[in-house]
């Protein structure tokens, strides 16, 4: 009788590890097909989403190009234009009558004095060579 329970016992303690191995398999199996379909949507969403960007891209484009055309626009941009020469030559007046260089001023400035530099080196090279030529004995 013992050894009758003792077998029924085995016998159940073995159809609990096959039954916890192929719950493993099945997990295990699960967790793979999850992996898979995971990266296919990774994959899908990627060229999903560049797709998209694509699309805005062109759309812009398009939106710019129209916008370009447009009268109103065409009229605002020739407005700013004028507005911005308007400005720029209140500053440039405002700067003469405080007497202060504007960056063109300053630029010119700049330009001359890169000149100035430029024939004051050359001539200091020239007086150099003068110098060594006449201190040299003959």
Same mark, same amino acid.
């Given at each position: 009788m013992a050894e009758t329970e003792a077998t029924i016992v085995e016998e159940g303690r073995e159809r609990l590890n096959a039954a916890r191995n192929r719950i493993d398999d099945e997990i295990q199996r699960v967790q793979e097909d999850l992996s898979e379909r995971r990266k296919r949507l990774e994959k899908q969403f990627a060229k999903? %989403? +560049?797709s998209f960007e694509k699309q805005i891209r062109k759309q812009m484009k398009q939106i710019r190009r129209d916008l370009r055309?447009?009268?109103?626009?065409?009229?605002?941009?020739?407005?700013?234009g004028q507005a911005e020469s308007q400005f720029g030559d209140a500053v440039e007046n405002l700067l003469?009558?405080?007497?202060?260089?504007?960056?063109?001023?300053l630029n010119r400035i700049e %330009? +001359?004095?890169g000149r100035f530099n430029k024939r004051l080196t050359q001539i200091e090279r020239?007086?150099?060579n003068h110098g060594a030529d006449t201190s040299a004995p003959a």
């Amino acid at each position: 009788m013992a050894e009758t329970e003792a077998t029924i016992v085995e016998e159940g303690r073995e159809r609990l590890n096959a039954a916890r191995n192929r719950i493993d398999d099945e997990i295990q199996r699960v967790q793979e097909d999850l992996s898979e379909r995971r990266k296919r949507l990774e994959k899908q969403f990627a060229k999903n %989403r +560049k797709s998209f960007e694509k699309q805005i891209r062109k759309q812009m484009k398009q939106i710019r190009r129209d916008l370009r055309k447009n009268r109103v626009v065409k009229g605002l941009e020739k407005w700013r234009g004028q507005a911005e020469s308007q400005f720029g030559d209140a500053v440039e007046n405002l700067l003469g009558t405080f007497r202060i260089a504007s960056r063109d001023d300053l630029n010119r400035i700049e %330009r +001359k004095l890169g000149r100035f530099n430029k024939r004051l080196t050359q001539i200091e090279r020239e007086q150099a060579n003068h110098g060594a030529d006449t201190s040299a004995p003959a």
